[in-house]
């Protein structure tokens, strides 16, 4: 098991290095600079500009800003923003709870729905059921985003009004962010002085769900499909027939001999989810407002602000690889044969 | 009382204005401690019989039969709930394939001592020295330390004593072995037949022997079933049934021994292959393929007519004949 995770690690340097390139090219690929945004195109004076630039080091050749680059990320300084002068650092972990906690949010709807449907369509193979489940997937999975939350604002915010249109929370709290998670927060703050912050969590509560299914529905719909085929797959084995001629019930053999072996799968597009979650955050707290690391790279990328973007996507990038990896290694935990592997 | 007793079974599948039967009008009894070989080319209904028996068709084939007991319980108008009690406790079955058999993902302790937990309640210290004991006797070396390997760890001899242990777990009144060594190598496969003929007398089990091996078949069992396309073609005592074949069938899977086409410059073989859904034919099942066929062969499918301890599917049995070996 230890020469399997060291494996893992090891394959992840060369990834590392992809990232800072990609990120540190694309972002200088798009027209305009720091500079020009801020002071706009027209009133920039030649002189002024080209001292500015030179100010923030963005008029050296490219490969030697790029080195800049490596050599401040080897120090582990990220940079300042070049609009807020706020580390970039900071900047992340006060915003990243809200992403974090939307996303798991999203992430538990869809595994639990997903796993769900996806046992349940695949033991009932060929039903009404099945059919629901497999079409209404399909729908999902095919939904843009910012189409489907919008539907939704429609439908549920606007015309019933049973959920907040945007935001985390109502204007009337105030709510101190102890742990950035508004959901703990609020509680917190409710228990703490329940008259003045009365109805705090559910109201926290209430603004995640929509943001949370929106984000969750292509997740779902990819678990949902990838557990009943894993399901079906595994259903014909050998060894899920040997359970039932050792007179198991039939919980017992879906759940004990054939889900463990099913979930294999299904645990790496899990993981591959979350790149894909990261992706959908951007979009979704675009339409909700939301406050997290989403909004603020869409933010940064409006404003070529290079060591936001740069680091954040980096900061990014290496959650998603970092879950993979760690999918990685419950993968080995879920299928012994990928353990022992030499 | 005989402990299986299997009248007129027959099990269909696919749609039901055109159902193909695997297996058709088949009747088989097995005694206490009795060993029955069950032989038969790839495709006559051998497997699926057994599967019917023990409920694990699911749902996919039809069942329908005159009777269906084991030790006195009727197998067809019994529960799920109940049948799950005989099954893995009172029959046990091991298959074909010993690396596909085991789940990969539990270790072999663990899938042996479920068995025990569920149909005998065994927990802690008891379990695990009841589930040493079976890995014990079936011959498995560090029996102890294997408890705890997954089943990749293991060759294809040590998987089939696994599922075997697994099997013989709740000491059964009857034992299935179907084709237990086919996917093994030939010197792993005397060891694994030695080692259920010796746990069958031990334990006192009836053991139903599935395999294409009549020469094991000949050596250890008492009386044999010949199938052919979902028919028992012959049934009968051994040897009496290897000496003197009644049934064309059998004539032919027996002269199809290497050994007994020594000197011959071609084995003997029976051309053709067992007829499949939409070539059945109307008459005798063997008809298109039989040396002895006759014109009414062709029409008429022959009933089964007793014949000593056994009984033959044939118009024309090979009675008065010398075997054309």
């Given at each position: 098991m230890?020469t399997?995770?060291?494996?893992?690690l090891?394959l992840l340097?060369?990834?590392?290095?992809?990232?800072?390139?990609l990120?540190?090219g694309l972002i200088?690929m798009i027209?305009?600079?720091?500079v020009e945004?801020?002071m706009?195109?027209?009133s920039l004076?030649p002189?002024?500009?080209?001292?500015?630039?030179?100010r923030?080091?963005l008029?050296?050749?490219?490969y030697?800003?790029?080195?800049?680059y490596?050599s401040?990320?080897?120090?582990g300084?990220?940079?300042?923003?070049l609009?807020t002068?706020e580390?970039?650092?900071?900047e992340?972990?006060?915003?990243?709870?809200?992403t974090l906690?939307?996303?798991?949010?999203?992430?538990?709807f869809?595994?639990v729905?997903?796993l769900?449907?996806?046992?349940l369509?695949?033991?009932?193979r060929?039903?009404?059921?099945d059919h629901?489940?497999?079409?209404?997937?399909?729908?999902?999975?095919?939904?843009p985003i910012?189409?489907?939350?919008?539907?939704?604002?429609?439908?549920?915010?606007?015309?019933l009004?049973?959920?907040?249109?945007?935001?985390?929370?109502?204007?009337m709290f105030?709510?101190?962010p102890?742990?950035?998670?508004m959901?703990?927060?609020?509680?917190?703050?409710?228990?703490?002085d329940p008259?003045?912050?009365?109805g705090?969590?559910?109201?926290a509560?209430?603004h995640?769900i929509?943001?949370?299914?929106?984000?969750?529905?292509i997740?779902?719909?990819?678990?949902?499909?990838?557990?009943?085929?894993?399901?079906?797959e595994?259903?014909?084995?050998?060894?899920?027939r040997?359970?039932?001629?050792?007179?198991?019930?039939p919980?017992?053999?879906?759940?004990?001999?054939?889900?463990?072996n099913?979930?294999i799968p299904?645990?790496?597009v899990?993981?591959?989810?979350?790149?894909?979650?990261m992706?959908g955050a951007?979009?979704?707290?675009?339409?909700?407002?939301?406050?997290?690391?989403g909004?603020?790279?869409?933010?940064?990328?409006?404003?070529?602000?290079?060591?936001?973007v740069?680091?954040?996507?980096?900061?990014?990038?290496?959650?998603?690889?970092?879950?993979n990896?760690?999918v990685?290694?419950?993968?080995?935990i879920?299928?012994?044969?990928?353990?022992h592997?030499? | 009382?005989s402990?299986?007793e299997i009248?007129?079974l027959?099990?269909?599948?696919?749609?039901?204005?055109?159902?193909?039967?695997?297996?058709?009008?088949?009747d088989?009894?097995?005694?206490?401690?009795?060993?029955?070989?069950i032989v038969?080319?790839?495709?006559?209904?051998?497997?699926?019989?057994?599967?019917?028996?023990m409920?694990?068709?699911?749902?996919?084939?039809?069942?329908?039969?005159?009777?269906?007991?084991?030790?006195?319980?009727?197998?067809?108008?019994?529960s799920?709930?109940e049948?799950?009690?005989i099954v893995?406790k009172?029959?046990?079955m091991?298959?074909?394939?010993p690396?596909?058999?085991?789940n990969?993902?539990?270790?072999v302790?663990?899938?042996?001592?479920?068995?025990?937990?569920?149909h005998q309640?065994?927990?802690?210290?008891?379990l695990k020295?009841?589930?040493?004991?079976?890995?014990?006797m079936?011959e498995?070396?560090a029996a102890e330390?294997r408890?705890?390997?997954?089943p990749h760890?293991?060759?294809?001899?040590?998987?089939q004593r696994?599922?075997?242990?697994?099997a013989?777990a709740?000491?059964?009144?009857?034992?299935?072995?179907?084709?237990?060594?086919?996917?093994?190598?030939?010197?792993?496969q005397?060891?694994?037949?030695?080692?259920?003929?010796?746990?069958?007398?031990s334990?006192?089990m009836?053991?139903?022997?599935?395999?294409?091996?009549?020469?094991?078949i000949?050596e250890?069992a008492q009386?044999?079933?010949v199938?052919?396309?979902g028919?028992?073609v012959?049934?009968?005592a051994v040897p009496?049934?290897f000496r003197?074949?009644?049934?064309?069938?059998t004539?032919?899977?027996?002269?199809?021994?290497?050994?007994?086409?020594?000197?011959?410059?071609?084995?003997?073989?029976?051309?053709g292959?067992?007829p499949g859904?939409?070539?059945?034919?109307?008459?005798?099942l063997?008809?298109?393929r039989?040396?002895?066929?006759?014109?009414?062969?062709r029409?008429d499918?022959?009933?089964?007519?007793?014949?000593?301890?056994?009984?033959y599917r044939?118009?024309?049995?090979?009675?008065?004949?010398?075997?054309?070996?």
């Open positions: 230890f399997f995770i060291l494996r893992r090891g340097i060369p990834t590392f290095f992809g990232i800072t390139l990120t540190f200088r027209p305009g600079d720091p945004v801020m706009g195109e027209r004076d002189q002024m500009h080209a001292e500015a630039l030179h923030l080091g008029d050296k050749p490219l030697a800003q790029y080195f800049d490596l401040n990320l080897a120090r300084d990220l940079g300042q923003s609009v002068r580390n970039v650092w900071a992340f972990t006060t915003l990243f709870p809200a906690e939307l996303a798991l949010c999203a992430m538990l869809a595994s729905v997903g769900l449907a996806g046992v369509a695949a033991i009932k060929g039903s009404l059921f629901g489940v497999m079409g209404i997937s399909l729908t999902g999975f095919s939904m910012f189409w489907w939350g919008l539907v939704l604002i429609m439908f549920f915010s606007v015309s009004g049973w959920t907040p249109v945007s935001g985390r929370l109502d204007l105030d709510i101190p102890d742990t950035g998670f959901l703990i927060d609020a509680w917190r703050a409710e228990a703490a008259e003045y912050n009365a705090a969590f559910k109201d509560l209430m995640l929509l943001p949370s299914i929106v984000l969750g529905t997740p779902l719909a990819v678990i949902a499909r990838m557990t009943r085929s894993s399901m079906l595994v259903m014909q084995e050998d060894y899920v040997t359970a039932r001629a050792k007179g198991l019930s919980a017992r053999v879906i759940f004990v001999h054939t889900l463990r099913a979930l299904v645990l790496t899990m993981g591959l989810q979350v790149g894909v979650l992706g951007v979009l979704t707290e675009t339409i909700f407002s939301w406050p997290g690391i909004k603020w790279l869409i933010d940064a990328i409006g404003r070529r602000d290079y060591p936001v740069q680091n954040g996507i980096l900061i990014v990038a290496t959650l998603v690889i970092l879950t990896f760690i990685d290694i419950l993968y080995g879920a299928n012994p044969r990928i353990r592997a030499k | 009382m402990l299986l009248k007129n027959s099990v269909q599948f696919g749609r039901k204005d055109a159902p193909f039967n695997a297996v058709e009008g088949l088989l009894t097995v005694n206490e401690g009795e060993l029955v070989g038969g080319e790839s495709g006559s209904g051998k497997s699926v019989t057994m599967m019917a028996m409920g694990l068709l699911e749902g996919q084939g039809r069942i329908v039969a005159d009777k269906l007991s084991f030790d006195g319980k009727d197998l067809l108008t019994i799920a709930r049948r799950r009690k893995g009172d029959i046990a091991i298959f074909q394939d690396m596909t058999s085991l990969p993902s539990y270790t302790g663990y899938q042996i001592m479920e068995v025990l937990k569920v309640g065994l927990r802690g210290a008891a020295a009841r589930a040493l004991e079976l890995m014990q079936v498995i070396p330390s408890l705890s390997a997954y760890q293991l060759s294809g001899g040590m998987s696994v599922v075997i242990a697994m013989i709740c000491k059964p009144k009857l034992l299935i072995a179907d084709e237990p060594t086919t996917a093994l190598d030939v010197t792993i005397a060891q694994i037949m030695e080692l259920l003929v010796s746990l069958q007398k334990q006192n009836a053991l139903i022997m599935i395999t294409h091996d009549l020469a094991v000949a250890v009386r044999v079933a199938m052919y396309a028919q028992v012959e049934m009968g009496g049934l003197q074949p009644v049934h064309p069938y004539e032919a899977l027996l002269s199809s021994i290497p050994e007994h086409s020594k000197g011959a410059s071609r084995l003997s073989t029976l051309p292959i067992v859904q939409y070539d059945r034919p109307a008459g005798c063997l008809s298109p039989c040396p002895y066929v006759q014109p009414n062969c029409q499918r022959p009933a089964l007519s007793p014949h000593g301890e056994g009984a044939c118009h024309y049995p090979l009675l008065n004949k010398e075997t054309a070996r």
